[in-house]
């Protein structure tokens, strides 16, 4: 085999490889999960243009949903766009041919139902992808985004979103709450996760193999009547996230245990607390604290803070807040109590008075862990030499 035949071969190993791991993006979301979701969010959308993105409309329930709930919600527009798979040749289940725009302005005909008369179809220039110039256009004049965008591509998906400053309701894996892109929008309050987190079960193409575990089949009917078997897959860490501000994140999380040294040990390397279920957060307690992932399913920022550890060359320690964006000494690094007492009283009034010691202090100071206020290694969350799982820093606001 020649060179060129050997680069050709690596080449179309690494497109299978690529078609593959795109098709592990084909997961579609039920009907119920959309409904059970969205009924939280009414007023957000009246008057308001949405666009599902990654939806193809021949199968999405997004467009389902959305074409139905049209009169219910006041919409004022619906737009989704589908996105034409490259490598549709080598698994052709459900890929479309041609990348296509639907468009929904209401009920005409006065049936309340979306006729596909009412649904104008508009073939796009490009293969729909949600990045393509023609899509992100569409994006401009959209209000709201939701859908459930390929969780291989949720980096980019977010940050499109964050960039062109749209609200939106999507839904995502939790292992995304630790990304380095993600947790930072999620500490500013910028994002925060829906109301229901947790299982979900999509259907599947079905060219997705078997599996042991979370994985089944039911036989189901088409139009036509003829019976098909459709693929399942649940996931045990799914979730919505959206800038969306929904009643869960104002609901006060009721705490009833009281703080104690021996059932609240801080950890090795830092003045923070190990709490190891979120039930047991202290309620007084208002030191830093870290908490499990799962923390966030309750999280109100009018109850709590997500908090950062701060030092500076001479080894003074700071906290820092994202609620905030502002930076208080917690410990200096003077040996002599008096000027310990002294600094700390210094730093405490240019902190209420002078913004130049925060500019000062933001430029100064470096973080003490990767994401800053995440604390996702195993170095980090050791206390007394044994790892615990990631943890968020949390505070309570008093
Ligand atoms: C997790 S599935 C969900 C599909 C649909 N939104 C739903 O909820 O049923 C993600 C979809 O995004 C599509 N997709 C993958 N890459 C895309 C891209 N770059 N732009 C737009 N859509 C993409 C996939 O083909 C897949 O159908």
Redesign the pocket.
């Known amino acids: 085999m020649g060179r060129a035949d050997i680069m050709a071969k690596k080449s179309s190993n690494s497109n299978l490889h690529q078609a593959k791991n795109?098709?592990k993006?084909?997961?579609?979301?039920q009907l119920s999960d959309?409904e059970n979701e969205l009924k939280h969010y009414k007023e957000h959308f009246k008057d308001k243009v949405v666009y599902?993105?990654?939806?193809?409309p021949r199968?999405?329930?997004?467009f389902h949903y959305f074409s139905y709930a049209f009169e219910y919600l006041g919409l004022k527009k619906l737009i989704a766009?589908?996105?034409k798979?490259q490598e549709r040749d080598l698994f052709s289940t459900?890929?479309s041919e041609q990348a296509i725009m639907l468009v929904y302005e209401g009920d005409k005909n006065g049936n309340r139902i979306p006729d596909p008369e009412e649904i104008g179809i508009v073939e796009l220039e490009g293969?729909?992808?949600?990045?393509?110039a023609e899509?992100i256009e569409i994006l401009k004049g959209a209000d709201i985004v939701v859908?459930?965008?390929?969780?291989?591509?949720f980096r980019e998906?977010v940050a499109q979103l964050i960039e062109y400053d749209k609200k939106f309701l999507i839904?995502g894996s939790q292992n995304a709450i630790t990304y380095k892109e993600i947790f930072p929008l999620i500490a500013q309050n910028k994002m925060w996760l829906g109301y229901k987190n947790g299982d979900m079960s999509?259907?599947v193409p079905d060219h997705y193999e078997a599996r042991a575990t979370r994985y089944w089949e039911t036989i189901e009917q088409d139009n036509e009547g003829n019976k098909f078997t459709q693929k399942w897959r649940s996931m045990g860490n799914i979730s919505w996230f959206t800038n969306l501000d929904h009643s869960k994140r104002h609901e006060e999380l009721i705490l009833y245990k009281t703080y104690n040294e021996d059932d609240y040990p801080k950890y090795d390397n830092y003045d923070a607390i190990n709490v190891d279920k979120v039930a047991d957060i202290p309620c007084d307690y208002y030191g830093v604290m870290g908490v499990p992932i799962t923390f966030l399913d309750k999280y109100n920022p009018q109850q709590f803070e997500i908090v950062a550890f701060r030092e500076d060359k001479d080894g003074n320690k700071y906290l820092y807040s994202h609620k905030t964006n502002l930076i208080e000494l917690i410990d200096n690094a003077f040996a002599d109590t008096i000027a310990r007492e002294r600094e700390r009283e210094r730093v405490r009034r240019c902190h209420q008075t002078n913004t130049q010691w925060q500019e000062h202090l933001q430029k100064n100071t470096y973080q003490k862990m990767a994401i800053d206020g995440l604390m996702n290694n195993p170095k980090d969350t050791q206390v007394k030499g044994k790892s615990k799982y990631a943890r968020i820093l949390i505070r309570q606001l008093q």
């Open positions: 795109a098709k993006d084909e997961f579609y979301t959309i599902c993105n990654c939806d193809d199968v999405s329930n997004f766009t589908c996105y798979n459900n890929s293969d729909g992808d949600f990045r393509s899509c859908t459930n965008p390929p969780f291989s591509l998906y839904i999509f259907k």
